[in-house]
C-alpha cells in the first residue's frame, strides 16, 4: 500500500517522495521508521507518477481540508514539477475553492533542481515553511548534514529570501530542544532579515 496524501488535524498532506539531500539527527527517516506521527507507511516503493497521484486525489473531495500540505517523507521539491502539475490541476478542477497550498522544506530546491524555482511558487504555494534547524551556519550543518555540507546553509538562506518575493507567507521553524534565548532571538532575527517569520516548535521525541 502506498500513502499518497493522508490527512492530519484538518488538513491534507502530499507524500511524492523519500528523497532527500539531508540527513537529519532527528529524521524519522532514520532507523527503519516507515511512518510518523502523522500516518503509517509513509515509506513510498516507488514514487508516484502523475496518473497515480491524480487517481489518489480523484477519491477526496478537496473543499473539506483547511490547507494542502506538500510535505512528504522525504523533500518535497525533488519533485516540484509533478507538485506544480498536481496544483494547476487541481486549480482547474477547485478555482478558488481549493485550498492554500503549503509546502514545508528544507530550502534546497535551488540546487537540487538546477534552477531558480522561486517564480514558479507564485500563484501556486500561499505558505511555505523552511526548516531553520540551527542559529548558526555550523550548528545547521552538524544537525541536518546536507549532501553538499556548509553550501546547505548558503542555499536555504538565498531560497528563503527569494521565495520572499513570490510567496504570501514565508516560514522559517526550529525546535526549541537545546535553544537558549539568545539563540532564538539571533533565529529570529535572521528570519525576519530574509523576509520570514520565526516560528519555533516544541520537540517531539521520535
Ligand atoms: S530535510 Fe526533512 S526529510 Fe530530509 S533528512 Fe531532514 S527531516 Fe528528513
Same mark, same amino acid.
Given at each position: 500500500?502506498?500513502t ?6 484538518g488538513a491534507l ?8 539531500? #539531508?540527513?537529519c539527527?532527528? #529524521?524519522?527517516?532514520?532507523?527503519g521508521?516507515?511512518?510518523?506521527i502523522?500516518a503509517? =507507511?509513509? +515509506?513510498?516503493e ?6 497515480e497521484? +491524480? ?5 477526496r473531495d478537496?473543499?473539506r481540508? !483547511?490547507?494542502?500540505?506538500f #510535505?512528504?517523507? $522525504?523533500?518535497p521539491?525533488?519533485?516540484? /514539477?509533478?507538485?506544480? +502539475?498536481?496544483?494547476d &490541476?487541481?486549480r482547474?478542477?477547485?478555482? =478558488?475553492?481549493l485550498p492554500? %497550498? ?6 534546497h530546491?535551488?540546487?537540487?533542481l $538546477?534552477? =531558480?524555482?522561486?517564480?514558479?511558487l507564485?500563484g501556486?504555494v =500561499?505558505?511555505i ?9 555550523? &550548528? ?5 548534514q546536507?549532501?553538499?555540507?556548509e553550501?546547505?546553509? /548558503? ?7 527569494k521565495?520572499? !518575493?513570490y510567496?504570501?507567507?514565508? %516560514? ?10 539568545a539563540?532564538?532571538?539571533? #533565529?529570529? *532575527? ?5 523576509? *520570514?517569520?520565526?516560528r519555533v516548535?516544541a520537540?517531539?521525541p521520535?
Open positions: 500500500m502506498m499518497i496524501s493522508y490527512e492530519y488535524e498532506y502530499v507524500n511524492l517522495t523519500n528523497r532527500c539531500d #539531508c540527513a539527527v532527528f #529524521c524519522l527517516r532514520h532507523n521508521h516507515k511512518g510518523s502523522y503509517d =507507511d509513509l +515509506w513510498l516507488h514514487e508516484p507518477d502523475r496518473e497521484i +491524480w487517481a489518489d486525489f480523484q477519491k478537496l473543499t481540508y !483547511r490547507e494542502l500540505v #510535505c512528504g517523507f $522525504g523533500e521539491t525533488f519533485r516540484w /514539477d509533478d507538485d506544480a +502539475w498536481l496544483i &490541476e487541481l482547474k478542477v477547485y478555482g =478558488d475553492k492554500p %497550498v503549503r509546502i514545508n522544506t528544507n530550502g530546491a535551488n540546487r537540487i $538546477g534552477r =531558480d524555482i522561486t517564480p514558479e507564485a501556486r =500561499d505558505t515553511s523552511i526548516s531553520l534547524n540551527g542559529a548558526d551556519r555550523a &550548528e545547521y550543518t552538524a544537525v541536518t546536507p549532501s553538499t555540507g553550501q546547505g546553509w /548558503d542555499d536555504m538562506l538565498d531560497f528563503t529570501r521565495a520572499a !518575493r510567496v504570501p507567507q514565508v %516560514v522559517m521553524t526550529i525546535v526549541d530542544k537545546d535553544k537558549t534565548e539563540d532564538i532571538a539571533a #533565529c529570529r *532575527a535572521l528570519a525576519e532579515s530574509l523576509g *520570514a517569520h520565526l516548535r520537540y517531539i521520535n
